[in-house]
């Protein structure tokens, strides 16, 4: 068994440093597209969010422009947050199912023969 999964793990070897690099690749497209539809989301429905306090006569005091930056840079702050728990969950999710599939490979391979 033990040669078995060492012959496996050297054949392995090779292939290591491509997934990890293709899963982080992904988890950081996946991470900047979170992060840009954040912000589109953000843009939509801050000023829509006004427009609907307005129609319906509710009285709301607008941001000065000493708090209005504080406000931006914590939407963008929390919109980071999601983003990077988002890309660093998919990682996880990837090399999780990499993993899996690797033992259950070598599993397999060692019934048949």
Known sequence: ??????????????????????????????????FVVGLGVGAVALPLHEHMLQASDTVFYPISTERGPQLDAGTMAFLTAAAVTFALGLIFLIVWTAATLVLANLLLRRRAA
């Open 1 to 34: 068994m033990i040669d078995v999964l060492r012959a496996e793990w050297s054949k392995l070897r090779g292939v290591v440093g491509p997934v990890v690099a293709i899963s982080l690749v992904v988890a950081l497209v996946f991470g900047v597209g979170t």
